[in-house]
């Protein structure tokens, strides 16, 4: 008798949110061949329906942790909610795309398909519990948000921003992958939760690859999440892109990264060759990226790179969480809500900033002057944004302050004493570059230009966006329970 | 009625966002709907004391649990105790009646419901921050009242100068509230909880007397209290908050907000008590601030900046009281305070509206005659900030002074005293040059002078009175009182006093009541010799002594109107050494503390700059630097194994 | 670890590092590009020799998706390129320095 091959049984709910929304971004991009020029528009109306239909497929999908794929693939309560900060984020880019895309003339299905297939990326990317999975997904997301970083076809600085984000994207996915050679070479599998069991056996010389591999895929990940050193890309490509695309680059990806990265640290965590000083690497890029970024971000006078940088001082914030769960399994549940909560917050405030940067953006002008006086021509778009910079300053009662509450508090109980300090001095000095913003759009005058020209209708959709985000940076700051008590 | 202590705060907050989202249907009607959300807090505050006085004890609200992470919880719970209650009294009697005020004064202003909204959502975080009942609830309450008074400092948006004041006030703010929060961290760190109760019934237990943690927990704590109470060296972004309208000045920059660091300090007198050097600092930082700030409030021209230095100095007064261990007498001068000090604000208001937006008090004078009731009011309060006899200020400062020198602070009593002549002095100055002698005022706006409508006048009536009699609440013991309201605060002030019994550490001075009504004396003496001074100066020497130089020195006389006054105080037989002290205090503030301050902004500015000089957005330049990074990572990664 | 296998990560090693080089020293967009595949391929030769080592395809399954994905990279960036090369007329990286600061 030949024994048959056993098929990995394929639940459909389990595997749904990822096939719909991949066959979704390919109708899209069919049917956008398909409809009369006039009629394309509805691309993405169309995503966005895609993108509440995802969140209904997950909440289904997540109902039964389970593991599809063969276990390629992990549906735990962190994964679940990763993509539900994903989806959120991704739902409110779609809602603050409309005007901008009309008024820069991208082409709406193609901007829309890619949008959803870096989606798919990034809810991949989350729940991948192993090596080629993170890859495969690392590029889906990655190749997706390259051409949507150039796809301002007539703009050369988008152009430009592409090609820097694509060369240096691609070098360091090379390290990647090296890096995940050595981890398979030393361990012969790609499976984390096979390289966690095997890593107690590894001998001296496989301990060896095993930490250069991880390096290396540490590296890696730096890079997506825009942590120093590895972080100079991340102004270039976010004032070059198209602003709603810098506010998914900033927010999707880095909540995609943060999850992959924790699913990789803790396979690596338990084991006894890492002791706590092994993880003092994050220590240092933690330290890096929140000096790095809020220093640099004080002379900046585009608000979009003022962005980045900030966003990568908040990575380094973020970093502070990751550090304590590899390093301190006491305080492991802890820090982990502290992340997620983080991440949500995170996301939140930056696309409240962007979206209100849209709403007042005029053509390839996003400099921190053009807001004089904004609080005069448009009260609550000034009112929008001032919330958005208190939250990254870390006022309460947003979700800014919670969040940094959340992170600095795990980091004490952990012992890193120095590192909460440090990051709260760090968040002083960022004060500093998010009031100039408030100060400008309070205080200084409208320049005549301004006051005459009227500005464009913010549109039903971003003002939809605006609102909510507005809504929920307030309401889960005063409520953090009800985000951490979704499941 | 304790019950329905959540109104309280509840109240406000509505009034904010009804006013925040309807402000421009209510237009002038705004301004009733949050006086009516002050008088509702006003019932309830009052029906929480009625309780409170009849023995119902601290009682704690639970509204629902805000964080929760592993053990650590922080709930949104309201406390209501003897000291909490005593606030609330206060915040709510002197907010309604700036409220009452403020529609008198703002009227006609661009904005009008945009500043009752900011008003109320200001009144909404005090009460938080007076009520809350643990440290989370109270850094909430700390950050809201902080962000409301930029956004009122800077209500004159189109004015830089006010915009730079609340800038000035957010970033001073932000290094004392960093203080703060690393004092809290701490807090959690070594007791595990963040509820006043929780911390402070461990505190004896985990907490070695004098030990370096509570030592640091008590100095940053009070690193949160100094930039909120302006006291040195964070003092320097209250007098420029008066650029916002005057009586947010009255409400925020005098009454309420400026005293939550002493209110926070004497919430944990049982930290401070286990830390005796964190306790001695107090005591200096108060005393040298109540003195330099008396000290500059000499030389002011601007009637608001003199009023803004007499606040800091004021406030010294209590950290003073703190820092010797009397927590109860600084509660109290929080208490006399708010009533004395809004009323002058609120005085000062008026005569800057009669003055068409002048503030200087060189071009005033004489308005006594047009404004009787502002006039009677500013002289009530000035009696009482000097500490003229029964007035309340002088029950409040005498039992500061006499606890100071009890507890054996002699240079430190002796710092107070003088600077209790000097507050005298300056106060009795603004008096007299603003509403007695001959005006000074252009034709232009004299004929303009007028005294205000009823809804300014009558919160000034109302402050005027509390100022002349709040005083009785605390008559000593050796003036045959009962110093009701020390007893009063005693379950909570005392608190730190019975844990230091409990170790054997206090060693309880004994009262000797002859010395202490010798004192008294004394620094009545001293409070009429500075009338006395600020009268021949400013009122026998008015006309006459500027005549009898310009006879003497024709080149005086010929010196502008605006500068006579300087090289008549010089000249005088005023002390000179004072005058150059006040100007050296006016210089450290503007030279050295403002030199720190702009010193590491630039170097903060040339780091950042040599940081974007790196970024030359050359490809491989970047290339290069994620090189350097994945191979430190990896080396550090094989270095540490 | 035999030797054929230390000749192999050997080799694969310093094709990696001739591929840094080449990011590093290259002006043409294009020659940039095949250095990264070098950067690759290197990693691909490490797969395929520690596969061999276990005995198991895992490794050289993850060649295949490996030369897929770099496939996938090459597509896009050479459509990049021409859209950089349309507007300004070369593709030398040395020119794209107007995002800065």
């Known amino acids: 008798m030949m024994s048959q091959p056993t098929v990995p049984q394929l639940f459909w709910v389990e595997v749904a949110p990822f096939v719909v929304l991949c066959i979704w971004a390919l109708a899209i991009i069919l049917a956008d061949l398909f409809l009369p020029a006039e009629r394309r528009r509805v691309a993405l109306p169309l995503g966005f329906l895609g993108v509440v239909l995802i969140a209904y497929l997950s909440i289904q999908a997540f109902e039964i942790p389970g593991n599809p794929f063969g276990g390629m693939l992990t549906l735990d309560t962190f994964a679940f909610f990763c993509i539900v900060v994903i989806l959120v984020g991704g739902g409110l880019t779609i809602l603050i795309s409309p005007r901008y895309v009309q008024r820069e003339h991208i082409p709406h299905g193609e901007y829309t398909a890619l949008l959803l297939f870096a989606m798919l990326g990034m809810i991949l990317l989350a729940?991948?519990?192993?090596?080629?999975?993170?890859?495969?997904?690392?590029?889906?997301?990655?190749?997706?948000?390259?051409?949507?970083?150039?796809?301002?076809?007539?703009?050369?600085?988008?152009?430009?921003?592409?090609?820097k984000y694509f060369l240096l994207g691609a070098f360091s996915t090379a390290f990647l992958i090296m890096g995940i050679a050595f981890l398979y070479g030393a361990t012969g599998s790609t499976f984390l939760v096979t390289i966690a069991e095997r890593l107690p056996a590894a001998g001296q010389q496989s301990a060896l690859w095993v930490f250069v591999g991880f390096g290396l895929i540490l590296a890696g990940f730096c890079f997506k999440l825009a942590l120093a050193p590895l972080h100079m890309w991340a102004p270039d490509v976010y004032e070059g892109a198209p602003t709603p695309i810098t506010a998914f680059i900033a927010t999707g990806s880095k909540v995609a990264g943060f999850a992959a990265l924790w699913h990789v640290v803790m396979s690596l965590a338990d084991w006894q060759a890492m002791t706590?000083?092994?993880?003092?690497?994050?220590?240092?890029?933690?330290?890096?990226?929140?000096?790095?970024?809020?220093?640099?971000?004080?002379v900046q006078k585009n608000i979009k790179r003022l962005l980045a940088y900030s966003s990568i001082a908040h990575s380094g914030y973020i970093l502070i969480t990751i550090l304590v769960i590899?390093?301190?399994?006491?305080?492991?549940?802890?820090?982990?809500?502290?992340?997620?909560?983080?991440?949500?917050a995170y996301m939140l405030m930056n696309l409240l900033a962007f979206g209100v940067a849209i709403a007042c953006g005029r053509k390839g002008d996003s400099n921190i002057e053009h807001y004089a006086g904004l609080a005069r021509t448009s009260p609550l778009l000034?009112?929008?944004?001032?919330?958005?910079?208190?939250?990254?300053?870390?006022?309460?009662?947003?979700?800014?302050?919670?969040?940094?509450?959340?992170?600095?508090?795990?980091?004490?109980?952990?012992?890193?004493?120095?590192?909460?300090?440090?990051?709260?001095?760090?968040?002083?000095?960022?004060?500093?570059?998010?009031?100039?913003?408030?100060?400008?759009?309070?205080?200084?005058?409208?320049?005549?230009?301004?006051?005459?020209?009227?500005?464009?209708?913010?549109?039903?959709?971003?003002?939809?966006?605006?609102?909510?985000?507005?809504?929920?940076?307030?309401?889960?700051?005063?409520?953090?329970?009800?985000?951490?008590?979704l499941k | 009625m304790l019950d329905y202590v959540w109104l309280v705060p509840f109240l406000p907050g509505c009034a904010a966002l009804v006013i925040g989202l309807f402000g421009k249907w209510l237009r002038t009607r705004s301004g009733y709907v949050a006086i009516a959300a002050m008088l509702g807090t006003i019932v309830v505050s009052l029906g929480c004391f009625w309780d409170i006085l009849h023995g119902k004890g601290p009682f704690t609200q639970h509204l629902f649990t805000w964080i929760s992470v592993g053990e650590f919880k922080a709930e949104a719970a309201l406390l209501v105790d003897q000291l909490s209650v005593v606030m609330l009294l206060v915040v709510s009697v002197v907010g309604s009646l700036v409220f009452i005020y403020s529609t008198g004064y703002m009227k006609g202003e661009r904005g009008y419901a945009r500043y009752f909204a900011q008003l109320s959502l200001f009144a909404f975080s005090m009460f938080l921050l007076v009520l809350a009942d643990n440290f989370v609830l109270m850094f909430i309450g700390w950050e809201g009242v902080g962000l409301c008074s930029?956004?009122?400092?800077?209500?004159?948006?189109?004015?830089?100068?006010?915009?730079?004041?609340?800038?000035?006030?957010?970033?001073?703010?932000?290094?004392g509230d960093f203080g703060f929060l690393l004092a809290i961290f701490?807090?959690?760190?070594?007791?595990?909880?963040?509820?006043?109760?929780?911390?402070?019934?461990?505190?004896?237990?985990?907490?070695?007397?004098?030990?370096?943690?509570?030592?640091?927990?008590?100095?940053?704590?009070?690193m949160g209290a100094v930039g909120k109470s302006a006291q040195i060296p964070l003092f320097i972004w209250l007098p420029d908050a008066m650029a916002g309208p005057t009586p947010v000045s009255a409400l925020i920059h005098a009454a309420t907000m400026v005293t939550a660091g002493v209110y926070m300090v004497v919430r944990c007198n049982v930290l401070y008590s286990l830390a005796p050097t964190s306790m001695e600092i107090v005591a200096i930082i108060g005393a040298a601030t109540a003195f330099i700030a008396a000290s500059i409030g000499i030389t002011q021209r601007d009637i608001k900046r003199v009023l803004a230095y007499s606040t800091i100095s004021q406030l010294g007064y209590m950290f003073l009281a703190l820092g010797v261990g009397a927590f109860a007498?600084?509660?109290?001068?929080?208490?006399?305070?708010?009533?004395?000090?809004?009323?002058?604000?609120?005085?000062?208001?008026?005569?800057?509206?009669?003055?068409?937006?002048?503030?200087?008090?060189?071009?005033?004078?004489?308005?006594?005659?047009?404004?009787?009731?502002?006039?009677?009011?500013?002289?009530?309060?000035?009696?009482?900030?000097?500490?003229?006899?029964?007035?309340?200020?002088?029950?409040?400062?005498?039992?500061?002074?006499?606890?100071?020198?009890?507890?054996?602070?002699?240079?430190?009593?002796?710092?107070?005293?003088?600077?209790?002549?000097?507050?005298?002095?300056?106060?009795?100055?603004?008096?007299?040059?603003?509403?007695?002698g001959e005006s000074r005022a252009p034709e232009k706006i004299k004929a303009h002078i007028h005294e205000m409508p009823r809804s300014m006048t009558f919160p000034l009536v109302v402050l005027a009175f509390f100022s002349l009699v709040a005083g009785f609440f605390s008559i000593p013991k050796v003036l045959k009182g009962s110093a009701w309201f020390e007893h009063f605060l005693h379950p909570v002030t005392n608190r730190g006093a019975e844990i230091l019994h409990e170790l054997h550490v206090a060693d309880p001075t004994p009262h000797v009541p002859e010395l202490e009504l010798l004192l008294m004396g004394a620094s009545t003496l001293i409070v009429l010799l500075g009338i006395a001074a600020a009268y021949a100066v400013y009122i026998k020497g008015w006309p006459e002594i500027p005549k009898a130089w310009a006879q003497r020195f024709g080149v005086f006389y010929k010196l502008s109107f605006h500068k006579w006054w300087w090289d008549d105080l010089y000249n005088s037989t005023f002390v000179q050494?004072?005058?150059?002290?006040?100007?050296?205090?006016?210089?450290?503030?503007?030279?050295?503390?403002?030199?720190?301050?702009?010193?590491?902004?630039?170097?903060?500015?040339?780091?950042?700059?040599r940081l974007r000089k790196l970024q030359t957005g050359q490809l491989q330049a970047y290339g290069v630097g994620m090189l350097i990074g994945i191979n430190l990572i990896v080396l550090l990664f094989l270095l540490t194994r | 670890m035999t030797s054929y296998m230390i000749n192999n990560l050997v080799l694969s090693l310093a094709i990696f590092s001739i591929g840094i080089i080449g990011f590093l020293v290259k002006r043409n967009a294009i020659a940039i590009l095949m250095a990264i595949e070098l950067m690759l391929n290197a990693a691909n030769l490490a797969f395929v020799t520690f596969a061999y080592s276990f005995a198991s395809v895992d490794g050289t399954i993850l060649v295949l998706f490996v030369i897929t994905v770099a496939t996938a990279e090459a597509a896009v960036g050479l459509a990049i390129f021409i859209r950089i090369y349309r507007s300004r007329g070369t593709i030398d990286v040395d020119k794209m320095t107007t995002l800065h600061g």
């Open chain 1, 127 to 163: 729940v991948s519990n192993e090596l080629i999975t993170l890859l495969l997904s690392l590029e889906i997301l990655s190749l997706s948000l390259y051409i949507l970083t150039g796809i301002e076809r007539h703009n050369p600085r988008s152009s430009e921003a592409a090609l």
């Open chain 1, 276 to 298: 706590q000083n092994t993880f003092y690497v994050l220590w240092i890029i933690a330290v890096f990226s929140m000096v790095i970024g809020n220093f640099a971000a004080i």
């Open chain 1, 326 to 344: 590899a390093s301190v399994p006491a305080v492991r549940t802890n820090a982990t809500q502290a992340l997620l909560y983080y991440l949500m």
């Open chain 1, 382 to 485: 000034a009112a929008a944004m001032a919330l958005a910079m208190l939250s990254l300053t870390g006022v309460p009662p947003t979700v800014g302050f919670v969040g940094k509450f959340y992170i600095f508090s795990a980091a004490i109980q952990a012992g890193y004493l120095e590192l909460a300090i440090i990051g709260l001095l760090a968040s002083v000095v960022s004060a500093v570059y998010y009031l100039r913003v408030i100060v400008v759009m309070y205080m200084h005058e409208p320049s005549r230009e301004a006051a005459e020209t009227a500005r464009e209708p913010v549109g039903a959709a971003n003002s939809l966006a605006l609102l909510v985000s507005s809504v929920m940076i307030i309401l889960l700051g005063i409520f953090p329970f009800w985000f951490l008590g």
């Open chain 2, 150 to 175: 930029y956004l009122l400092i800077g209500y004159y948006m189109d004015k830089t100068w006010a915009a730079d004041a609340g800038r000035k006030a957010f970033i001073v703010n932000r290094i």
């Open chain 2, 186 to 222: 701490l807090i959690f760190w070594t007791s595990g909880t963040l509820t006043f109760s929780g911390v402070f019934d461990q505190a004896p237990v985990i907490y070695k007397y004098g030990g370096g943690v509570v030592t640091a927990i008590t100095l940053l704590l009070f």
């Open chain 2, 329 to 436: 007498a600084g509660i109290f001068h929080i208490f006399t305070h708010a009533f004395f000090k809004g009323c002058l604000f609120l005085c000062a208001g008026c005569v800057i509206h009669a003055m068409a937006g002048d503030n200087d008090m060189f071009h005033m004078g004489g308005m006594r005659k047009q404004m009787k009731i502002t006039w009677l009011t500013y002289f009530a309060a000035t009696l009482a900030i000097s500490g003229f006899p029964l007035t309340a200020g002088f029950f409040s400062k005498d039992e500061i002074l006499w606890a100071t020198f009890r507890s054996g602070h002699l240079i430190l009593w002796l710092v107070g005293l003088v600077a209790a002549f000097m507050t005298a002095f300056y106060m009795f100055r603004s008096l007299f040059l603003t509403f007695h």
């Open chain 2, 577 to 609: 050494g004072t005058i150059r002290l006040a100007k050296a205090a006016w210089q450290f503030d503007i030279f050295v503390i403002d030199g720190v301050i702009n010193g590491t902004a630039f170097m903060v500015r040339s780091v950042a700059s």
